[in-house]
Nanobody, 124 residues
Framework: QVQLVESGGGMVQVGGSLRLSCAASGRTFSSSAMSWFRQVPGKEREFVAAVTGNGGITQYADSVKGRFTISRDNAKNTLYLQMRSLNPEDTAVYYC?????????????????WGQGTTVTVSS
């Protein structure tokens, strides 16, 4: 079993920055690909970014490419999402997710482990 706990959400003005963290426990962290997803009420949970188990490969949704950076510290069992140039469309609950494999995926159905989410609100 894997436990994931997100933190770092909050309210920020347009153009601002936030860094989300996700602390993982219960499984060999470095063997798990990790991702960030986000969801707004009434919409499906959407892929934001992913990183492979060893951190060597990252992938981003087009909507965040160039503004968000996903990274991981396997020594600390922690996943990060650095968000810059935030806009109101980034307002959502952000979830971290873990796979049972080291290869990344953008499909939420490939992630059996999820955190409880952290809310990001971007105000104009």
């Amino acid at each position: 079993q894997v436990q994931l706990v997100e933190s770092g959400g909050g309210m920020v003005q347009v153009g601002g920055s936030l860094r989300l963290s996700c602390a993982a426990s219960g499984r060999t962290f470095s063997s798990s690909a990790m991702s960030w997803f986000r969801q707004v009420p009434g919409k499906e949970r959407e892929f934001v970014a992913a990183v492979t188990g060893n951190g060597g490969i990252t992938q981003y949704a087009d909507s965040v490419k160039g503004r968000f950076t996903i990274s991981r510290d396997n020594a600390k069992n922690t996943l990060y999402l650095q968000m810059r140039s935030l806009n109101p469309e980034d307002t959502a609950v952000y979830y971290c997710a873990a796979r049972q494999y080291s290869a990344w995926s953008s499909s939420r159905y490939d992630y059996p482990y999820w955190g409880q989410g952290t809310t990001v609100t971007v105000s104009s």
